[in-house]
């Protein structure tokens, strides 16, 4: 058993309605208590669609229990294959039906239908949505391609003379984070370069479009957290050669058109001349020139995160002081990513371990998920989303995607938005006093930020300190929170104390920068056995780390 | 009233969903679900925006070892809230809300609550209900929770004088259902105005507050969905009295009038007290009317609540009810209710939902009331609808929120004529 207050990941079974619902003419019927249906809001109202989730639920009561839920799934997936004719079904278990064994799959054969049944074995208490996406995508890609497949051993035609080279757009699914807008950028991208779109899936594409997955010459992976099962089967299966590069910031997607021209064969220079993204300008101008060196700790699915975290580093000037994700199939990508950034990798899926490391770094700006939103919020850090979980907000209207020379634009907006601007921070390290723009009134373009910004934290000198600063953070918002693993004991047995005079001079230091002062003074006198902080030893510190 | 019966799929929460509200009105108890990652993950798309305040809810997720064997599960459970009541010490009442993998696993959490409760004497409380969805439809989660407290309630005094559970012994009033805190504190001041002094509310703002019962209660329940709660009140001695629930201006007066009744109170002073609220009520609804009045109203099952909003957008607004359908009907709490409604409404219990939506597209209803898996779908046929799930967490008992109950559903459909694109 595990204590779990937010999740970064639904069960299995959310992840292959995402590909069900990505999908035309798919049909997913799943064995499932009544109440399962809550998913479908995640459809109708996160994403905002238009009609319902592609999924039929047996919603098992206590009183079928007693008879026969076997035959309440036959006579469920009979009436969807009639109501709804899909061209394949999906068929399956969610985690209470797993423990009742009605075998989906098998059931669903007796029924003989006239359409394929593709049945999936999600484990729903090993795995989560990611996976079973992945895994939906990979069963259907096998059920319809596989029949076409080449005879094995069999080499790949030559693509005939004058016949212009094509791929498939493989992961974008219902519920992804901007995939919407980012296949919109990257088909703009391969047509660009003169590469045709054979089938883009699972988002809009039919069985039938799967039963085409082979005819393409290469396959373009967008999130291979979906895609990289069926990704492999098809460079097995067809031999299709796949991309690695994924098109998140300017320098990724240039990597990402050199690999699709060579394998396509195409000269990569006329379109990376033509790309002309605004971010290199916009980061190169002067007034981006503060943000040089700031803090930012990085976390979401490896994808994003892997993506960002080069971005912040290569393209935003940023230093990158955390990087993790949820996602434990990528685990070890993010370790060498971490191990290159000499960062210790975060790999987990606790939210309130997330936090604690958050809290430790006390980084200046946040690039995560929905829940480090709640994080940072909690702890007064400036935050952007970069990565699902996402909540209705981050569906937008407008056009925004990630990827691609757009995607970069929007990269740049989006992650500056939330810091002060640079005269604000400026003027901030000058007059300290002022009664409307003090250091804990938060930047003053973000209204509703400084707004909402305890006032506790003027009003206490120890406030940024993580012993305590959630007590004053429970007591002003919520009259009792969790306390997170960073005020059950971090830095409070150990950490010297603060002279009244040391603590003053703390506080004239901006609070962005604050909790990093505060952080490597304690440090400093712990290792040389500094009892009492004064005003000496906070500038002695100051010394030591600007070496 | 014939009442047609439909099995199938059905479009609603699971009993668990009842937390999202629970944990706001008993201020120091904490839900700890035990179930799967389902469980966890229904509760956080549930609770939307409210992700970002700190809640006093989780989720033990069980997992593969768990499984494996039961002995295993209830250690490690006993770890896990040992664990949560180190963190959280301000925690007085702890639930077990019991989901469908604990159901079909036969994990016993009543043992585990009390095996818990004898742990953690002196500090913390632990009680279990289920709130699955083999067992519960969403506000059916209140009344488990509600009646997992009813034996810990202490028991009322016999009052001096008082014939042994007659009629006349009646000297506390018990309402039931939890209720927004402006409204409980309004019906308070209305029972103090007819000289009912003596009121308490289940569930209480404090585990520690819980009132007492016995054969001096007579109780009114606030909310239609607590069967088993009044039950377990009722053989502890209370008295239940029918009366339809608290929603329009007629609605409150016949349930005020109710408690009025068995506390003696003399006609006029219920009518001086009442007045100027029923006055006020009236004059607010009448404000919608124009706008109601005549339109064709269809009920998808969500929460018990469809046959009372149905009487009083029928009676106080002129909306005309196709199709009414609820969950679970409970005649004996609703015969009150089903006697008022319009005799040719179609009343469904249960759901067959691709059935249902057939009906309700070829009626092409003014307004359609249905959870947010449907809502959408049906707003982009063209049909005008207004979720259920936020009447029950909008304050609408009572008199001074009847004008309030009757704009969220006049919202929708001004809405609708408003937007020209």
């Known amino acids: 058993m595990r204590l779990s207050v937010w999740t970064y990941e639904g069960p299995p079974h959310v992840g292959a309605i995402r590909v069900a619902t990505a999908m035309e003419g798919v049909h997913y019927v799943l064995h499932a208590p009544q109440g399962d249906t809550y998913a479908d809001l995640l459809f109708t109202m996160i994403e905002r669609r238009p009609a319902r989730p592609a999924v039929s639920y047996t919603t098992f009561q206590a009183r079928d229990l007693g008879r026969d839920t076997a035959d309440l799934f036959k006579s469920s997936a009979i009436a969807a294959y009639e109501r709804f004719r899909p061209e394949a079904l999906l068929v399956g278990s969610s985690c209470t039906a797993e423990l009742l064994q009605d075998d989906p799959g098998g059931l669903a054969k007796t029924l003989g239908l006239p359409i394929p049944v593709v049945p999936l074995d999600l484990p729903s208490y090993q795995r989560k949505e990611t996976w079973g996406a992945s895994e939906t995508f990979y069963h259907l890609t096998r059920a319809m391609a596989g029949p076409m497949a080449p005879a094995a051993g069999a080499d790949r035609p030559a693509r005939p003379e004058g016949q212009a080279p094509s791929c498939n757009i493989l992961g974008p699914v219902a519920l992804g984070f ?143 002081v955390g990087l993790g994700t949820y996602v434990r199939e990528f685990a070890r990508d993010i370790r060498a990513a971490a191990k290159a950034y000499g960062v210790e990798p975060v790999i987990s899926d606790d939210y309130l371990e997330v936090e604690s490391a958050i809290a430790d770094l006390r980084p200046d700006l946040v690039l995560g998920t929905q829940m480090e939103r709640h994080v940072a919020k909690r702890l007064g850090v400036p935050c952007a989303v970069i990565s699902a979980p996402v909540h209705v907000q981050d569906f937008p209207a407008r056009h925004a995607p990630q990827m691609g020379v757009e995607g970069a634009n929007v990269l740049f907006d989006t992650w500056v938005h939330p810091l002060m601007m640079g005269l604000e921070e400026h003027l901030l390290g000058m007059f300290r006093e002022d009664f409307e723009f003090h250091g804990d009134a938060g930047p003053s373009h973000l209204a509703s930020a400084s707004a909402a910004r305890p006032s506790a934290s003027g009003a206490s000198p120890a406030s940024d300190s993580p012993s305590t600063e959630s007590v004053a953070d429970s007591s002003s ?71 | 009233m014939p009442v047609v019966r439909e099995q199938g799929q059905r479009e609603v929460f699971c009993g668990l969903t009842g937390i999202i509200w629970l944990h706001r009105k008993i201020q120091d108890a904490f839900f700890l679900i035990v179930g799967s990652r389902t469980c966890a993950h229904l509760m956080q798309s549930a609770a939307g925006v409210m992700i970002f305040a700190e809640p006093r809810f989780a989720t ?123 409204v409980e504190d309004q019906l308070g001041r ?39 709660t009044a039950r377990l009140l009722e053989a502890r001695g209370a008295r239940r009295l029918s009366a339809p629930f608290p929603l329009g201006e007629e609605g409150t007066t016949l349930w005020l009038k109710a408690a009025a009744d068995a506390f003696g109170v003399p006609a006029d002073r219920f009518d001086s007290v009442t007045e100027a609220p029923r006055a006020r009520a009236c004059a607010a609804l009448a404000r919608f009317r124009g706008e109601l009045d005549g339109r064709r109203l269809f009920l998808f099952p969500d929460s018990q609540l469809e046959p009372v909003l149905a009487r009083v957008l029928s009676r106080e607004l002129g909306m005309v009810p196709v199709e009414v359908a609820t969950p679970y009907l409970h005649r004996g709490l609703m015969g009150p209710e089903l006697a008022l409604l319009p005799p040719e409404t179609r009343l469904v219990e249960g759901q067959d939902v691709d059935a249902q939506l057939d009906r309700c597209r070829a009626e092409r209803p003014d307004l359609t009331v249905c959870g947010l898996g449907l809502a959408n779908p049906l707003e982009a046929e063209g049909l005008t609808t207004k979720w259920a799930i936020e009447l029950v967490f909008t304050p609408i008992q009572g008199y001074e929120q009847a004008g309030d109950l009757a704009e969220l559903f006049a919202r929708p459909l001004r809405r609708a004529g408003l937007l020209k694109v």
């Open chain 1, 178 to 320: 901007r995939h919407r807008d980012d296949v919109y950028e990257v088909r703009r991208l391969l047509e660009s370069l003169g590469v045709q779109i054979n089938v883009v899936a699972p988002m809009g594409a039919r069985p039938a479009d799967l039963a085409r997955l082979g005819e393409a010459d290469f396959n373009v992976v967008l999130y291979p957290e979906v895609a990289d099962t069926a990704a492999r089967w098809l460079e097995k299966t067809f031999r299709q050669p796949r991309t690695h590069a994924v098109p998140i910031g300017v320098g990724a997607t240039r990597d990402f058109v050199r690999e699709v021209a060579e394998l396509a064969g195409l000269d990569p220079e006329p379109t990376l001349a033509s790309l002309t993204p605004r971010l290199p300008w916009y980061s190169r101008s002067v007034d981006s020139t503060y943000l040089t060196g700031k803090r930012v700790f990085v976390f979401g699915d490896a994808t994003h995160a892997l993506a960002a975290a080069r971005v912040a580093t290569e393209e935003m000037g940023f230093e990158v």
């Open chain 1, 477 to 547: 918002t919520e009259s009792a929170s969790i306390p997170t693993a960073a005020d059950s004991g971090v830095g409070v047995v150990d950490a010297p104390v603060w002279s009244a005079d040391a603590e003053r001079e703390l506080h004239k230091i901006p609070f962005f920068v604050r909790g990093k002062a505060r952080r490597n003074t304690e440090r400093y006198a712990t290792e040389r056995g500094v009892p009492t902080i004064t005003v000496e030893t906070l500038y002695d510190a100051k010394a030591h780390f600007s070496r």
């Open chain 2, 60 to 182: 033990a997720i069980l997992e593969e070892r768990d499984l494996a064997g039961l002995a295993d599960a209830n250690d490690e459970l006993d770890r896990e809230v040992a664990r949560l009541l180190e963190r959280r010490p301000d925690i007085k009442l702890l639930f077990l809300v019991g989901s469908c993998p604990s159901e079909v696993i036969k994990l016993d959490l009543s043992r585990a609550a009390e095996r818990l409760s004898r742990v953690h004497a002196g500090r913390t409380r632990v009680l279990s209900y289920s709130g699955s969805g083999l067992d519960t439809t969403f506000t059916q989660g209140e009344d488990a929770a509600l009646a997992a407290l009813v034996p810990d309630m202490p028991t009322l005094p016999l009052q001096e004088g008082a014939a042994e559970g007659g009629a006349d012994s009646a000297t506390d009033l018990l309402v039931v259902g939890a209720l927004a805190d402006v």
């Open chain 2, 190 to 228: 209305l029972f103090a105005a007819l000289g009912v002094t003596r009121v308490h509310f289940l569930p209480p703002r404090k585990a520690g507050d819980l009132p007492p019962v016995g054969p001096g209660t007579v109780m009114l329940l606030a909310q239609p969905f607590l069967g088993d």
